[in-house]
């Protein structure tokens, strides 16, 4: 299991710079530059991924309290994790927008666009 997830996180950084989660969040791992992941900075951020969680995960502090927002993992390997939708817009799937607009919450239209009042 744990050469599966690996191999999972590692190579998927490698060849697209995310995984299937980070995909559907609109994420990217580049290096601090921008630039693509290699395979060394993949393998260095998933061999260090358990060190943010040691003590509660308070490596995982930087993010929020960080000035480059920045866990402690992708501070060692170099790393930051940015929004990149690519060619597609940002925007919810059409069953969660329409259970929140049942709900009353206010969603957009288009990306870009305010939120429509309900």
């Not at 190579?11 to 969040?25: D, M, S």
């Not at 995960?57 to 940015?82: K, M, N, S, W, Y």
């Not at 919450?105 to 990306?111: D, G, L, R, Y």
Request: proline share 6%; charged share 20%; glycine share 12%.
């Amino acid at each position: 299991l744990l050469v599966w997830a690996f191999v999972y996180l590692s190579a998927g950084l490698v060849i697209t710079g995310r995984t299937l989660g980070k995909t559907l969040l609109g994420l990217k791992v580049v290096t601090r530059d921008g630039a693509p992941v290699g395979a060394r900075g993949s393998v260095i951020r998933v061999l260090a991924l358990p060190l943010s969680f040691l003590v509660f995960g308070l490596g995982f502090l930087g993010i929020v309290l960080g000035r480059e927002r920045r866990a402690l993992h992708d501070v060692i390997a170099g790393t930051a994790v940015v929004y990149d939708w690519g060619d597609r817009p940002a925007e919810m799937p059409a069953p969660l927008s329409r259970w929140l607009e049942r709900r009353g919450v206010a969603v957009a239209a288009e990306p870009g666009e305010p939120a429509e009042e309900t």
